[in-house]
């Protein structure tokens, strides 16, 4: 669905008059959204190839209190801890420029918990961005023959994913919003519906959806 801006903000200030228990209270505007650990962005392979980009989204009030380089631990607990992030790293980012970054400020932080450099530099080295598609290797139980994911794969993903939600959300549910949409007699022939890609400003949509049981 298509709209600029004040059509959306038509469409949630009707949606929310439709139920009492369903409303859509927060939404953000802009080519970029943090989901989780992700932050979730409008790349260059966006444009070339309609594909969004992801790199690691971290809070300004996270701390970074990893486990300082005197502590208990057994070394093989820290090494593991510091690989781990490193493999995380490279999974999650889509750009190698984004895994850099990331990379260069967990080594800063890992230098203030007391780790030396000669030992980082030894850990660092042994993870690499060129081993991305080995790491999103299936894992063993889910896999058959160590099968890699593939367009294929993807794609079986996201029809499973759509045929769950058109189950869980009826046509009702769906006529009704769309009833919401046509009654406004305002909207442009060019944005007569409403959703994440912008005809007018290109942006990036979430909403938070609350279910009061």
């Not at 992801?54 to 300004?60: A, H």
């Not at 499973?160 to 007699?185: G, K, P, R």
Request: charged share 30%; net charge positive.
């Amino acid at each position: 669905m298509e709209g600029n801006k004040s059509d959306f903000e038509y469409w949630v200030s009707e949606f929310n008059l439709l139920r009492e228990t369903i409303t859509i209270d927060k939404f953000k505007w802009g080519d970029k959204v943090d989901f989780m650990d992700l932050n979730i962005f409008k790349g260059n392979d966006f444009f070339m190839f309609g594909k969004l980009d992801i790199s690691v989204f971290q809070k300004e009030e996270n701390k970074y209190m990893y486990i300082p380089s005197k502590s208990g631990h057994q070394k093989h607990t820290i090494r593991n801890f510091v690989l781990g992030e490193l493999r995380r790293y490279v999974r999650i980012c889509t750009q190698e420029i984004s895994f850099v970054r990331v990379k260069n400020k967990f080594f800063k932080r890992l230098r203030l918990r007391g780790y030396k450099k000669l030992f980082l530099k030894r850990l660092f080295g042994k993870v690499k961005y060129s081993s991305r598609i080995s790491l999103l290797k299936l894992h063993p139980q889910q896999s058959k023959g160590g099968e890699f994911y593939s367009e294929r794969k993807e794609n079986e993903i996201l029809e499973s994913a759509e045929q769950i939600f058109h189950e869980t959300f009826s046509n009702d549910f769906f006529n009704l919003m769309e009833n919401v949409l046509n009654s406004n007699s305002g909207m442009s022939n060019e944005c007569d519906t409403i959703g994440i890609n912008s005809c007018q400003n290109k942006c990036v949509v979430t909403a938070k959806v609350c279910v009061n049981l």
